[in-house]
């Protein structure tokens, strides 16, 4: 089984994949009078196609340990999916990049507290993936009409590992 090793989520080591979202770095402004500090267009969302429109969902997922056997990642053509977790646990990151339709290498990355990520449309990914405990998150895709998801399963599957 083919090997891949986890590492730390930053926005430099994820620029290819997609949208690191905390607020770490980024442009903020206060609003409410003082009171309410925004932190500004953290990610942008898309939404194509007939009747495609953006929606916020909550997901409550079920721990998995590591290791952990890669078998299958998806991707969504219609619209972009953005996954913010609503407690300060980590999380795993599964992404690959597009070769000829298929996915390429995956990469795994782990998620400090209050990280978030953002996935273009189109960008292989694996399942959401929390690790010690149940975990929220708050999820920004799109609805509408036409397929938007595909699976792809590997031949041969990956085993994810911690350094």
């Given at each position: 089984?083919?090997?891949?090793?986890?590492?730390?989520?930053?926005?430099?080591?994820?620029?290819?994949?997609?949208?690191?979202?905390?607020?770490?770095?980024?442009?903020?402004?206060?609003?409410?009078?003082?009171?309410?500090?925004?932190?500004?267009?953290?990610?942008?969302?898309?939404a194509v196609g007939p009747g495609g429109h953006v929606i916020i969902n909550i997901f409550k997922g079920t721990p998995y340990a590591l290791p952990l056997k890669l078998e299958m990642v998806e991707r969504h053509p219609l619209g972009s999916q953005a996954f913010f977790p609503l407690s300060a646990q980590p999380f795993l990151v599964v992404v690959a990049p597009d070769a000829g339709g298929r996915p390429g290498e995956p990469q795994v990355?782990?998620?400090?507290?209050?990280?978030?990520?953002?996935?273009?449309?189109?960008?292989?990914?694996g399942v959401l993936t929390p690790l010690s405990a149940p975990q929220d998150f708050l999820v920004v895709d799109r609805a509408g009409e036409g397929n938007n998801l595909e699976e792809f399963f590997f031949p041969e599957p990956y085993l994810i590992r911690l350094p």
């Open positions: 089984m083919r090997e891949l090793i986890v590492r730390p989520l930053t926005r430099a080591a994820f620029a290819a994949f997609g949208e690191v979202i905390e607020t770490d770095g980024a442009r903020h402004y206060p609003i409410n009078n003082g009171r309410t500090e925004r932190y500004h267009a953290l990610a942008r969302s898309e990355f782990l998620t400090q507290p209050w990280q978030g990520v953002n996935y273009p449309r189109n960008l292989w990914h």
